[in-house]
């Protein structure tokens, strides 16, 4: 069975820290708002949540991808890129 992992493609990320505010269990901010990945993998409990921090990163930096293969991202629903922007 697969496990979530939580991945930030850092040529992508603004560091404004959206992810870490929905997502505190599993991600921390460095010392310039960056997400730090606190541990990849994403427990049963936290899926739905880590889905819902992935659909809201307004640039797509943040993603889950299953252990049995790295390389390929989850596919969650695309999110709204104005309504995101807006909220981060
Ligand atoms: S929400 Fe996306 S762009 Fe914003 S800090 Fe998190 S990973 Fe980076």
Do not use: F, I, K, N
Not at 6 to 31: A, I, K, N, Q, S
């Amino acid at each position: 069975m697969s496990t979530d992992r939580l991945h930030v493609d850092w040529t992508r990320c603004d560091g404004r820290g959206l992810c870490t505010e929905l997502l505190p269990e599993l991600l921390d901010r460095d010392e310039w708002g960056y997400p730090v990945v606190r541990d990849p993998h994403v427990p049963r409990a936290l899926r739905r949540d880590a889905r819902d921090a992935v659909r809201a990163c307004p640039l797509r930096a943040l993603r889950l991808v299953t252990a049995s293969d790295p390389s390929q991202p989850v596919r969650v629903a695309p999110h709204s890129p104005a309504g995101s922007r807006a909220a981060h």
